[in-house]
């Protein structure tokens, strides 16, 4: 689990990541922030950037995991494993 720094997203967004894989399928109204492990990602979505909280979903199936980045931090520090649940 990271999260992503910002060269890390230019190359995910770019395909030019050695962390996924050639089939990988990205979709642009998407922004990859955090890595759970590889290819598994939660984003913002790029609607919410200009809203003055961003929802967190999950990139595989996007359920949202977290209302902001605020409160998906404290959920990890209330419980580290409230992603594996």
């Known amino acids: 689990n990271r ?11 770019t395909y030019t990541s ?10 642009p109204d ?9 290819e ?3 984003y913002f979505r790029m609607d919410d950037v200009i809203k003055e ?4 979903y999950w990139y595989f199936n996007d359920e ?10 404290e959920k990890i520090f209330n419980n580290p494993n409230f992603l594996y649940k």
């Open 40 to 42: 598994y990602f939660l």
């Open 18 to 27: 050695e962390q996924v894989s050639s089939d990988f399928i990205l979709h």
């Open 64 to 73: 949202k995991v977290a209302e902001s980045i605020e409160d998906f931090f």
């Open 3 to 13: 999260l992503l720094d910002p060269l890390s997203i230019y190359e995910i967004l």
């Open 30 to 38: 998407k922004i990859p922030f955090f890595e759970c492990s590889s």
């Open 53 to 56: 909280k961003q929802a967190i």
